[in-house]
């Protein structure tokens, strides 16, 4: 049981080291270019769609105005196939649950291996009525989307595409 948390951890996090860099990098506080605030709702995001210039770093101002859990990641559509895997997971071992995620649970894990406290720098997962803060810098615009892995919300179409401008 432990060892099957472990890995669920661990892997995404070797994953993602890969294909992290065709989608951009984590951006930083003085670099900010411009500020979008996002909703999400359940199952869609507002705004739809988001405009971005190569290079542009964004600090996305999320909010979860929805009654249900929900996730904005900024990802290749191939990384958030990978990635709902492990959300899955997440909800088999009732630490993501529908309306909340049971971050007592999630904070036992972490303590058991620091590296396990940071979540990724390209997504949040928020319960209901939470709001939380994303900086991104769009090295590359190709081919990313902002999406929702909790289990069925991709399925549905909780996907904000990002268009290059
Ligand atoms: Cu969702």
């Not at 859990?69 to 630490?95: C, D, G, R």
């Not at 904070?107 to 940071?118: G, I, L, V």
Request: contains cysteine; charged residues 25%; proline residues 4%.
């Amino acid at each position: 049981m432990k060892k099957l948390i472990l890995l669920f951890i661990l892997i995404p996090n070797i994953l993602f080291s890969g294909p992290m860099k065709k989608i951009g990098e984590k951006g930083e506080e003085e670099n900010i270019d411009r500020v979008i605030k996002v909703s999400m709702f359940d199952n869609y995001y507002q705004p739809k769609q988001f405009e971005i210039k190569k290079n542009e770093t964004i600090k996305f101002v999320v909010e979860n105005k929805g009654q249900l859990v929900h996730e904005f990641n900024i990802a290749s559509k191939e990384m958030h196939l990978k990635h709902q895997p492990e959300m899955q997971m997440m909800v088999e071992h009732e630490i993501l649950l529908a309306d909340k995620i049971d971050k007592k649970k999630m904070m036992e894990m972490s303590k058991k291996n620091p590296a396990m406290a940071h979540s990724h720098s390209n997504s949040v997962l928020l319960s209901p009525g939470e709001s939380a803060e994303l900086i991104w810098k769009f090295s590359n615009t190709v081919d990313i989307e902002a999406a929702c892995n909790v289990p069925g919300h991709y399925d549905v179409g909780m996907i904000a595409k990002i268009n290059s401008i």
